[in-house]
């Protein structure tokens, strides 16, 4: 039987983000899409979701990044429309205080600046050393920064900043949940994913050598794997 599976992108990402996932799932595993990127707000985005699930649901939902916190954040609103919940690199708890001061000089930055595209210095804290010259990685990340562009950054940051530590509801969770990591992930290291697994009463963990945040390009087969694990396919 086919598992319908609906995937979400993290910040300046789109479905280019799991291109590489999906060409390593088994045949049985039927993807489907949410374009977070091509709304504005986040009130837009939630409603993306919402309406896959009102048209799909129950949802199998695998969000990366960003996507993951939205996928997670419906879980908690809509469980009835959640069938299981896999977050990759994703974090529960908000973002942390250099975060919040980084994403409000990159604000600050991009209101009054042109912006050229992501730099070495910024790509490199994604993506493990060595696959940050990697064009499967690194070319991929470029080309959607580029296409997505400034308008798409500056809004998401604005528009996604504000994240409610939604730890003390993890537990909430009836549905199975996935949690995949990466060792060398500087955004949400395997430590905030142990943590959120010992807050779940039904959670996997899986965490992949030699990786860093972007994981799916990194190592799709790996992520691929794990996917049909859960899933069983």
Known sequence: M??????????????????????????????????????????RMRALIAMAG?????????????????????ALEQPANVAS????????FGLTPAELAERQRAIEYLSTHEYHGM?????NQFVHPTRNM??????????MDKDLGKEVL??????TSRRVDLGPRLGELAMPVLLLGADADNFSPPPTLEKMAGFMPDARLAVAANGGHMITLEQPAWVAAQLNSFYGV
Do not use: N
Not at 55 to 63: A, K, R, S, W, Y
Not at 134 to 143: I, K
Not at 154 to 159: N, V
């Open 2 to 43: 086919t598992v319908a599976l609906t995937f979400l992108p993290g910040t300046m990402c789109d479905w280019r983000v799991w291109a590489p996932v999906w060409a390593e799932l088994g045949d049985e595993a039927a993807t489907g899409y949410v374009a977070l990127e091509t709304q504005r707000t986040r009130d």
């Open 54 to 74: 009102d048209t799909d649901g129950p949802l199998h939902l695998i969000g990366f990044s960003m996507g993951g916190y939205f996928a997670l954040e419906y």
């Open 85 to 92: 919940l896999v977050m990759v690199c994703a974090s529960a």
């Open 119 to 123: 730099t070495q210095s910024r790509l």
């Open 134 to 143: 990697d064009p499967a990685v690194a070319g991929v990340m470029r080309a």
């Open 154 to 159: 500056l809004g998401q940051l604005k528009e």
